[in-house]
């Protein structure tokens, strides 16, 4: 028999977060946020869930070939564009949309022979200072891709950094927005302004044409702990389970893990669960990490190791061996446990979590029961 751990995709989920970002912009297409693995859910894994999406967006050319092979025709967006200039001929072969943030870029696109001319997304930085043209060159760089022939259509964009939270006295897009309205007023083509945060939060303020929701399709929360899954009713697309493989009764004084770093204060139980750090469960999660067993609501104790952590048992007196072990996403009988509480308690982001699932781990996808 397998280690018993193993992680689930929710097809179901998928597709009613992606329904749950249309419903915020209603007027606004949608791309899917795909990268780095789709988060973590697997390309293929994910695609069933988010194909009512209206593009794709990443920024791997093999992950674009991928989503191509699985049969998707529409728009597939790169969201860092071409890092080199044999990169444009798979542009042109698979009709790939590609973001244009540098000068570099350009004089690639002028220098590509093709028959089959690009959609660009010319990239504003409005205060991000990643990647993007400054507000004072934007209006060269549109018009020097505007009389490129290579350029069919060319769409504007710019990127967040604080949509999430108050930042600076402001609403954390107001100057980025400003920015981006005096930077592209009069130029013709289409936006993309929004990220997740950015369309959970500040929709009733942005018009665009598509809107990029990352983080919120896999049920992730961008502004967590403001905010829980259950306020902006998103739901978990991954669930990392295990089982309970051995279980230990200790007195007081008695420490557990590597470190000693726990010890108990009176007699208790604890269950040691088949999950560790080579799993992608978090090191850093300390004691009183929240995890479910059977469903319910307890805490992990002493350290993470590599492929074990121990989770207290005392007060769960039905859970033993071989007892279901939720470390994050759906549990038993309609419990929860959010990514971002687990992300938390690691001092990071649902975001890594989901993305840091080690590949030893075996995935299956869960269908909508018919
Ligand atoms: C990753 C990414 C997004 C998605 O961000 P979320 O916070 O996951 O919604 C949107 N736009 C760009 C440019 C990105 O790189």
């Known amino acids: 028999m397998p280690r018993p751990i193993e992680a689930l995709i929710h097809v179901q989920a998928l597709t ?7 419903a915020c912009a209603p007027d606004a297409k949608i791309w899917a946020v ?9 390309i293929a894994n994910a695609y069933e ?37 044999r990169d444009l001929e798979l542009c042109s072969r698979l009709k790939l949309w590609h973001a244009v943030h540098c000068e570099q870029q350009i004089d690639w696109l002028a220098m590509h022979k093709t028959h089959e001319p690009h959609r660009v997304f010319l990239k504003l930085n409005s205060g991000m200072n990643r990647l993007g043209f400054s507000p004072q060159s ?3 760089a549109w018009t020097r ?39 592209t007023a009069e130029l013709p083509g289409e936006t993309t302004l929004s990220n997740s945060a950015a369309t959970l939060r500040h929709s009733s303020r942005l018009r665009s044409d598509w809107i990029r929701a990352g983080i919120m399709s896999y049920g992730g929360v961008p502004d967590f702990p403001e905010h829980d899954p ?17 279980v230990q009764q200790l007195q007081a004084g008695d420490s557990v893990g590597y470190g000693s770093s726990f010890t108990a204060e009176q007699a208790m139980r604890i269950g040691v669960v088949a999950c560790g750090y080579a799993d992608g469960y ?23 190791s590599m492929d074990m952590l121990a989770v207290d048992l005392t007060t769960l007196k039905s859970s033993g061996f071989g007892s279901e072990v939720t470390l994050w996403g759906q549990g038993p009988k309609g419990s929860l446990l959010p990514i971002d509480e687990v992300a938390r308690a690691a001092g990071t982001i649902g975001y890594e979590l989901m993305c840091a699932l080690a590949r030893r781990v075996p995935v299956t996808v869960q269908h909508p029961v018919s």
Not at 34 to 42: E, F, L, Q, T
């Open 16 to 22: 009613h977060n992606l329904a749950r970002a249309r």
């Open 34 to 42: 795909v990268k780095a693995n789709a988060y973590g859910h697997g």
């Open 49 to 85: 869930g988010l194909r009512a999406a209206d593009g794709f967006a990443l920024l791997d050319l093999d992950e674009a070939q991928q989503i191509r092979s699985l049969g998707w025709r529409g728009p597939i967006l790169l969201l860092e564009g071409c890092f080199e200039t």
């Open 138 to 140: 934007f209006r060269a």
């Open 145 to 183: 891709l505007n009389a490129l022939p290579q350029v069919d259509e060319i769409s504007l964009m710019t990127h967040f950094s604080d949509a999430d939270a108050l930042r600076f006295g402001s609403d954390g897009i107001a100057s980025q927005l400003a920015l981006f309205e005096a930077a």
């Open 230 to 246: 259950a306020h902006w009713d998103l739901r978990p697309a991954m669930t990392l389970r295990s089982k309970i493989i051995g």
């Open 282 to 304: 978090p090191r850093h999660c300390a004691t009183g990490t929240p995890v479910l067993v059977d469903g319910q609501r307890t805490r992990t104790v002493g350290r993470v």
